[in-house]
C-alpha cells in the first residue's frame, strides 16, 4: 500500500477572483471549472481545488481558514528571471534566494505570498540550474530595493558585519554604517537602477560565493535634469542558515576613457 504521487490539494480563499488572477497572471496556472461550478488551478498534471470560505461546503478540513498554507512549486527558469517577474507584477520577493531540502535533493528558493497570504515558494533544484542563479535572482533583488529606495529590504539581504567600498566613504564596517554613510548617499540620488544579472560572472565554492557583474542607472543633477551613469560591482556572499547575504560591496562608476594628449 503505498502514495503515487499528488493528484490535487484545497485552498480556501477569501476572494476567488482575486486569488485566480494571481495564480494565472503570476504563475500561469490554467483556471478550470468542475464539479457543480467549482474552481481550480490545474498546473502540469496537478491542480489547486478552490474552496470559498463560508461557502457551505460540506467535506472540508477541519479548520479551513485563508491564509494557512505554505506550498512549493518546482520551476525550470532561473530564479533571477522570476525575480524580476514579481517585480513586474508588484509582488514582493519576502526571503530568498536560499538554499533549501526538497523531496529528491537540494533546491533553491524564493517566497511570495499570494492573496491570501499563504507562502508560495518558488524553487529551482541544485542539479538542474545555473550554478550561479541563486546569485543572480540575489542581485535582481537588490536592484529592485535601490530602486525603490527600500533601505530596509536591502538591509535583510546583507550579513550585519558587511564591509562596503563606496564612493563616498572608502571603507565601512557594519550594515548600519553602510546605510548611512553610503547607500542614503546614492540610491535617492539616482533613478532606473539595474544590474546586469544575465552578464554576471562569479563562482559558488560551499557556502561562500562571489560574483563580479556590471549595473546601469540614470544620475540626476541640481536642475532635474538626468545624465548616463554606468559602473560596475564586486560581491562575496556567505550562506548563512541557507540565506545568501552579502558579506561585502564594492560598487564602483566605469572609469571614463583619458582624453588623448596633445603633443608640446
Known sequence: MAIERLDHFVLTVRDLDATCRFYRDVLSMDVVTFGQGRLAL?????KINLH?????????????????ADVC???????????EHFNTHGVKVIEGPGRRSGA?????????????GNLVEISVPVDRGDELGPIRAWLTQFAGHVRAVDFESGRAMCAPDLLVFG???EMVEGIDHAIEQQWKKIWPTIRNFTIKADQARGLVAGNSAWVAAPWDSLGVRDDGSTFYRPGRLTIIFERRDGRWLARHTHFSLTPTPAAPRGDH
Open 167 to 169: 564612493t563616498y566613504a
Open 52 to 68: 470559498e470560505a463560508g461557502g457551505g461546503n460540506q467535506l472540508v478540513a477541519g479548520r479551513p481558514e485563508p491564509g494557512s
Open 104 to 116: 529528491e535533493g537540494p533546491i533553491d528558493s524564493i517566497y511570495v505570498r499570494d492573496p491570501d
Open 42 to 46: 490545474r498546473f502540469g498534471q496537478q
Open 73 to 83: 512549486f518546482i520551476t525550470t527558469r532561473p530564479l533571477a528571471e522570476w525575480v
